[in-house]
């Protein structure tokens, strides 16, 4: 086990609807970055965020944003959720100037 | 093309094979790689890191970086039905934001 932990694990919503996914990093760790994996596919990089600011972001559209809280936790909100939405949804939380990003057990998101 | 491209597999090799899995990469900023393993309806976890070119052995496996080919490798020796899972390839720049760019994945079945 990683340390890093995400709720809920899965979800179910309709296309429109708005969606936040939660992430507890590993302790020591004061980065977090969230990735999205479609079925059968490698995981994508949303965005990162360091010191509560995002650092650094992926192809997404503004409809997908983040938080990061002062205990490093971090929030990925989805809005206007579309069909292609659906896929599950990693959080990696790594310490600043490391590379190596531990990954929890993500949340799988399915948009009807 | 996509900047990480990794051999699609699936495989399936009996206890006991070696196996070996491959990605090659475009981006020659890339510095930092990266082996995950996936079981189905899990996070990456972290089985490899190794910085540019170069061997590194852990127990039975191995990893192996050809910067001047843009090509890496994992072998798993001494293959065992645990083993059975998703491998995903992923790589970064020595830059502030660490972004891992990953392959689509390979999958294995070890059979017993």
């Known amino acids: 086990e990683t340390g890093v932990t995400q709720s809920p694990t899965h979800l179910i919503k309709t296309r429109g609807q708005q969606v936040t996914l939660r992430c507890s990093s590993q302790s020591g760790h004061n980065t977090v970055s969230w990735y999205q994996q479609a079925l059968g596919q490698g995981p994508q990089f949303i965005f990162q965020y360091y010191r509560e600011e995002e650092n650094g972001r992926g192809n997404f559209p503004p409809r997908f944003s983040g938080l990061q809280f002062p205990n490093y936790s971090s929030e990925l909100n989805v809005n206007a959720l579309e069909l292609d939405d659906s896929a599950l949804y990693l959080c990696a939380s790594s310490f600043r100037g490391q590379t190596e990003a531990f990954f929890g057990q993500g949340t799988r998101l399915t948009v009807v | 093309q996509k900047e990480v491209e990794q051999d699609p597999g699936p495989l399936s090799v009996p206890e006991g094979a070696i196996v070996s899995l491959n990605c090659t990469y475009s981006?020659?900023?890339?510095?930092?790689f990266m082996w995950y393993r996936q079981y189905s309806r899990k996070g990456p976890e972290l089985l490899m890191y190794?910085?540019?070119?170069g061997n590194k052995e852990d127990g039975r496996f191995t990893a192996q970086v050809d910067k001047s080919s843009k090509y890496i490798s994992l072998f798993i020796r001494d293959s065992q039905p645990s083993d059975s899972a998703t491998y995903l390839c992923?790589?970064?720049?020595?830059?502030?934001?660490?972004?891992?760019?990953f392959g689509a994945g390979t999958t294995v079945t070890v059979r017993a």
């Open positions: 992923a790589m970064s720049p020595p830059s502030n934001d660490y972004k891992l760019s």
């Open positions: 981006n020659s900023a890339f510095q930092y």
């Open positions: 190794t910085y540019s070119s």
